[in-house]
């Protein structure tokens, strides 16, 4: 057979394995990434790779290691779920780094966690004043969770006793120039209602519209493939979807 078509056939296969693998894994791959997560990943990824090229080799070999590594990932995770020592054996635990303020040197010896590391991403959290804070905790996944001392925290309406109106997700009505008729019912609107809105605004068919949000406020926002011609209006009998 010619070897490009083997090359297509097997890339075929081993993509068809991998999404299947990565809808089975779910997203915990890649929502908390540990440095042992990120070695699994590129070793299936290497796998399927050899599965697409390695012609030296027949492709079933490959297939029951891509399937051996995304097994173990899968029992890796059951367990990390249901056994707390699990967890904290394959994932380590958060450490903290500063405590009451303090730097906590010995912890971060032991980690290996530099001071210079400390700054850095305190700054990429807008930290730059080290006395500002109050406790930061170096996650399993390297990222630096940071709470300020009280009187450098921002100011919220609660705690001016001022009140404030909800503000929920904005929903998709047009995505693409394509109407989302399920988002539309879901706020109890139709497709009469939002082409009328959008011949108020000119606009004489969905298709020229790139994106349209309506947000809890009743606030449509419409974004047409022309960029200058970019509007918010606001729907004053809309009622939510609720």
């Not at 993509?15 to 779910?26: E, Q």
């Not at 068919?205 to 809890?216: I, K």
Request: no cysteine.
């Amino acid at each position: 057979m010619n070897e490009a078509l083997v090359v297509l056939v097997r890339g075929i296969i081993g993509f068809v394995t991998l999404l299947i693998f990565a809808r089975i894994l779910g997203k915990q791959q890649i929502s908390q990434l540990t440095f042992f997560d990120y070695v699994l990943g590129i070793t299936i990824g290497s796998i399927a790779a050899s599965l697409t090229t390695d012609l030296t080799t027949s492709a079933w070999p490959h297939w029951v290691g891509l399937l051996t590594w995304a097994g173990a990932v899968l029992i890796l995770q059951w367990a990390t779920v249901k056994r707390r020592y699990a967890s904290k054996y394959f994932d380590g635990e958060p450490a903290v780094v500063i405590m009451n303020g303090q730097i906590m040197e010995n912890v971060m010896k032991n980690m290996r966690y530099r001071l210079t590391d400390l700054m850095e991403q305190l700054r990429l959290k807008g930290v730059f004043d080290l006395s500002q804070v109050e406790f930061a905790v170096l996650e399993t996944n390297g990222q630096l969770s940071v709470l300020k001392k009280s009187q450098f925290q921002p100011v919220t309406p609660q705690d001016m006793n001022i009140a404030t109106d909800y503000t929920g997700i904005s929903v998709d009505l047009i995505y693409d120039g394509q109407i989302m008729e399920q988002n539309l019912a879901q706020v109890n609107l139709d497709r009469a209602w939002l082409e009328g809105q959008l011949q108020k605004l000119g606009i004489k068919s969905p298709g020229e519209v790139f994106a349209a949000l309506l947000d809890t406020n009743g606030n449509l926002y419409v974004d047409t493939y022309k960029d200058w011609v970019q509007k918010i209006i606001n729907i004053s009998d809309y009622k939510g979807p609720y």
